[in-house]
């Protein structure tokens, strides 16, 4: 089985940073493609930035040139460093990886638990 396991939420200032990560554990071949999502209260779920295997990324417009994922494939994690944080930027943010179980295998999607970002004076 496989699980992710999401860290670095919190309470912060506008203007302040946070950089969360989340890590996966289990048995698995590999990981493909990784990325960090958030939902807000009466909003749909939205893709905030992602980023593949060989480290090409994709952010939502909103967060482009504050926000910055990266991974470290040697510690199965990805990493979603939040700068200049706004209010809008509220939510619970969920990483997401598609996950590979042996060679050859399609992958398949795995969440984490969610956690709280809050940017709040």
């Known amino acids: 089985q496989v699980q992710l396991v999401e860290s670095g939420g919190g309470l912060v200032q506008p203007g302040g940073s946070l950089r969360l990560s989340c890590a996966a554990s289990g048995r698995f071949f590999s990981i493909n493609a990784m990325g960090w999502y958030r939902q807000a209260p009466g909003k749909e779920r939205e893709l905030v930035a992602a980023?593949?295997?060989?480290?090409?990324?994709n952010y939502v417009d909103s967060v482009k040139g504050r926000f910055t994922i990266s991974r470290d494939n040697a510690k199965n994690t990805v990493y979603l460093q939040m700068n200049s944080l706004k209010p809008e930027d509220t939510a619970v943010y969920y990483c997401n990886a598609d996950i590979r179980s042996r060679m050859f295998s399609s992958g398949y999607d795995y969440w984490g638990q969610g956690t709280q970002v809050t940017v709040s004076s």
């Open positions: 980023i593949t295997s060989g480290g090409n990324t």
